[in-house]
């Protein structure tokens, strides 16, 4: 049927197939509206309309009622409506049928035909069973949740539940999460780091665009704390460390020895005990005895198997009325390092330890650490998937389409494509697919350009978007589907000679030197920008 009948913001798809189980056979139509007025579209020049008359089912087509007759005035511009009002939800099989002017009339339905178009009212709004939700963990930037959820609705659609999160005290909700009616996923939320509560919600729509919005379910995260400096964190754990009064032993305090200032005398003389002269006594002062100082340990050095022991040094002679003084030497340094020269298996001159360099420190290597790759951006082009054929209700297709211009001019051009492809069914449906392809060609997405022309309606096609199409196929080296692509353009429109100029460039990409010479030289006798390129092309 050439006919489309729709509701008021109501798009009609070319080609659509049942989707509800229960619907009558037919393109299905949904609307939550019991009350609407119900025009005609695609029906040419209404003015040629003497008679509309609109046809109801209830019983998938075994009989039909005759529900509304409407007479056209001579010299109307707009199309005729039909009044549509119900007291209950349910499928109604309609068919219109107009009577010309010139005579010509549809024909009316009979018993046992199939409607072409079904009314599908669903006023009842998704109804929310089950939604829980419960915190797993948490790091700096991102909280893990889990979540289970049950949605009741007779027509749902394919992804019917949206999980919303908000961070700010749900100033604003993002969307996390899509899916079906019924489910249980474990999502990671990205939060910030000063976040003290996570919201969370459910939103679930139907295909006649009923919403039902859950309760938020809050969860509450630790905040977590700033990373504290090293230095800082030293001096705290040191001033929380008791001193040596308070360390106890079996309940008493631990023994401790005073340490004497360090003596400004040389280490290596004799140590003089006080006498009674020293104090003062009337006693004679008793000899000074010299006390050799103490050799550091060492370590065991083996000289042909035998544990090596370093002859004694000779001992001073006192001078006559001095002090006995023990002159430190470094004979003992020297025999022990030449010892172990000569235990080495290598013949290295023995080494003065007070004239040999220090061991230079050799630096560690630097490892390096290899850096994490970012993962590499996925192509953006030609991921959009081809629109829904579901048409649905837009109560107001203007606002839409501005909604639609703002998201394209503010760079959210997947949000702006949704609301376009949304628009298709509808009075501006033309416009939106149009808009469409020409974002996405700007934005560099031929690719997504392409699959929205393919999956769009024929009706709405119009020679402005086949011009578009063709020029997308030879870009993408398709040169022999160019001329199916832009052959429907009117012959009479403005875009007739830009269509014949694609042609030629297929034919010339394809090899038909003859037949692309032909359309070029055609084109060429013009004086528009076409023929200015037709001539580029012949190197004229």
Request: aromatic share 4%; hydrophobic share 45%.
């Amino acid at each position: 049927m050439r006919r489309l009948f729709r509701s008021a913001a109501l798009t009609v798809p070319f080609l659509l197939p049942v989707c509800a189980a229960d619907a009558p056979a037919g393109q299905v139509l949904y609307t939550n509206k019991r009350q609407q007025p119900l025009p005609l579209s695609n029906v040419g020049d209404p003015a040629t309309i003497a008679k509309a008359r609109l046809f109801v089912t209830l019983d998938n087509g075994k009989t039909w009622t005759l529900a509304h007759e409407l007479q056209i005035a001579e010299g109307t511009k707009d199309l005729p409506k039909f009044p549509f009002s119900t007291d209950r939800d349910g499928a109604f099989g309609i068919m219109p049928c107009i009577t010309f002017r010139n005579g010509q009339s549809e024909v009316e339905p009979k018993p046992g035909q199939v409607p072409p178009y079904v009314l599908m009212v669903d006023s009842t709004a998704p109804a929310i069973t089950q939604f829980d939700a419960m915190l797993v963990g948490r790091a700096a930037a991102k909280a893990v949740v889990r979540l289970t959820w049950s949605v009741n609705e007779a027509n749902p659609e394919k992804e019917s539940v949206a999980i919303e999160a908000s961070s700010d005290g749900g100033a604003r909700f993002v969307t996390v999460h899509l899916g079906g009616v019924d489910g249980a996923v474990e999502l990671t939320v990205p939060v910030t780091a000063e976040a003290r509560d996570l919201q969370l919600r459910l939103v679930a729509t139907d295909r006649a665009r009923n919403v039902t919005v859950s309760p938020s379910r809050t969860l509450n995260l630790a905040p977590m704390p700033e990373p504290e400096d090293p230095k800082d964190a030293l001096a705290k754990a040191v001033a929380t460390l008791p001193s040596i009064a308070e360390v106890r032993v079996d309940d008493r305090p631990l023994p401790t020895t005073e340490i004497a200032p360090p003596s400004q005398v040389n280490p290596t003389a004799p140590v003089a005990p006080k006498t009674a002269a020293a104090a003062g006594a009337t006693t004679p002062a008793a000899p000074i005895v010299a006390v050799p100082p103490v050799a550091p340990a060492r370590p065991e050095v083996i000289v042909d198997g035998k544990p090596y022991t370093p002859a004694t040094a000779a001992k001073s002679t006192p001078v006559a009325d001095q002090p006995a003084v023990v002159v430190a030497d470094n004979s003992i340094d020297q025999a022990y390092y030449e010892a172990l020269a000569a235990s080495r298996s290598t013949n290295q001159p023995a080494m003065n330890p007070k004239t040999a360099p220090r061991p230079v420190s050799q630096p560690r290597p630097v490892v390096v650490e290899p850096q994490p790759q970012a993962p590499a951006r996925l192509p953006i082009d030609g991921q959009r998937l081809p629109a829904s054929l579901t048409p649905v209700i837009i109560d107001d297709e203007v606002k839409a389409l501005t909604d639609a211009r703002v998201l394209a001019t503010t760079g959210h051009i997947d949000d702006a494509c949704d609301l376009y492809e949304r628009l298709r069914f509808g009075s501006l449906g033309k416009t939106a697919l149009e808009e469409q392809v020409k974002l996405q060609i700007a934005n560099e997405r031929p690719r997504d350009a392409l699959t929205a022309i393919t999956s769009a309606p024929l009706e709405i096609v119009t020679d402005a978007v086949r011009i578009d199409f063709g020029m997308l196929l030879l870009a993408a080296g398709r040169a022999d589907e160019v001329e199916a692509a832009v052959a429907g353009v009117a012959g009479a429109s403005p875009e007739a000679r830009q269509a014949l100029l694609l042609i030629a460039k297929a034919y010339r990409e394809l090899g038909k030197t003859t037949e692309s010479k032909r359309a070029l030289d055609w084109l060429a006798k013009g004086k528009d920008a076409v023929a200015a390129e037709a001539r580029t092309l012949l190197g004229r």
